[in-house]
């Protein structure tokens, strides 16, 4: 029996979504208008006015961590972690729901190998660039504008991943 590559691409996606039940996609019930999008941009912004205050956005801050000279970035990331894990068995214990009251499903996550290979290009582009794709907007925001590089190539690795997804240790 042939298959065609389209017909197998459709079958490797298929089997990706089986593993977890979830393709990635928001699985929002009430869709949002635009009015209502803005408190994110208002959380990002602020958001960003904390990165730039507390140094986060620095290269020299970044590279200072790859080099292992100063504490201040894992001390960040370490706090970010501990807030993070808190938060999510905070909500499941809870059973937390949105402000739109949905219920807030969180999936159970496996290891795999590709993990390893992902957070080690992102590491790696991490230290070249500088730069971690949270802060690209407050660093551009600040004035440092060569990080628009950093930024297109984060838009062409993430498409690039859509479209090699499939093929992709999962």
């Not at 949905?102 to 290009?121: A, D, M, S």
Request: charged fraction near 15%.
């Amino acid at each position: 029996m042939r298959h065609t590559n389209q017909e197998n691409q459709l079958t490797s996606e298929q089997d990706y979504i089986r593993q977890d039940g979830f393709d990635g996609s928001n699985q929002q019930k009430n869709p949002e208008g635009f009015v209502s999008n803005l408190k994110y941009l208002i959380v990002g912004v602020l958001f960003g006015i904390v990165f730039v205050k507390a140094e986060i956005v620095s290269w020299f801050r970044i590279q200072e961590m790859f080099r292992f000279q100063s504490f201040h970035m894992y001390g960040v990331i370490g706090s970010a972690v501990l807030v993070g894990l808190l938060s999510v068995q905070i909500i499941k214990r809870l059973n937390l729901r949105t402000i739109d009251h949905e219920e807030v499903h969180i999936p159970e996550k496996t290891f795999n190998k590709g993990q390893i290979y992902g957070g080690l290009l992102f590491g790696i582009g991490w230290a070249i660039t500088g730069a971690c794709p949270g802060p690209l907007f407050a660093q551009i925001g600040s004035g440092f504008l060569a990080v628009a590089v950093t930024l297109l190539s984060a838009i062409a690795g993430t498409w690039t991943y859509g479209l090699l997804r499939s093929k992709l240790p999962h």
